[in-house]
């Protein structure tokens, strides 16, 4: 029996904790993205870092590792192929599977991207011991894989 809550602290609830934190980052990584006239946002180097990972990945697998719904998947896809950073391709045994690829002009901006987000990031986690860090990122893989 779920255990009833008289008082919730959105300063005491790790959900609401975490996304706070993911909130700031996403903000600073999409504030640096604009001011350096780079043409993505937080959430579409997201799927690029997919990519850049897996180049080659079927749609259907971002859609699933990102926790999109198919349609807002292909529109980001879209966007992010205007811009000439990836490519879609048919699959070689299902026509209809589109596989994903990084282009040149991708990597190439992926580099610049990743060093910008790591700076950002390290701004984030500047005074906090590495041993904190990897007992947060635990406790965090944790409390998602329980939720799916």
């Not at 002009?105 to 990031?121: C, F, H, P, Y």
């Not at 860090?133 to 329980?146: A, Y």
Request: aromatic residues 4%.
């Amino acid at each position: 029996m779920p255990k009833k809550t008289t008082r919730y602290s959105l300063d005491e609830s790790l959900g609401h904790l975490a996304s706070d934190a993911s909130r700031a980052v996403l903000r600073r990584i999409n504030h640096e993205l604009s001011r350096r006239k780079l043409p993505i946002t937080s959430e579409q180097f997201s799927v690029l870092v997919h990519v850049w990972d897996q180049n080659g990945s079927p749609q259907y697998v971002l859609t699933e590792k990102l926790y999109k719904d198919k349609t807002a998947m292909a529109r980001t896809l879209s966007s992010i192929e205007s811009l000439g950073l990836i490519v879609r391709m048919p699959g070689q045994v299902d026509k209809r599977e589109k596989l994903v690829f990084l282009t040149k002009k991708g990597r190439s901006m992926m580099l610049e991207v990743a060093d910008l987000v790591s700076g950002i990031l390290d701004e984030a986690q500047k005074g906090i011991l590495a041993s904190d860090l990897e007992v947060c990122k635990s406790v965090l893989r944790r409390f998602h894989r329980n939720l799916i």
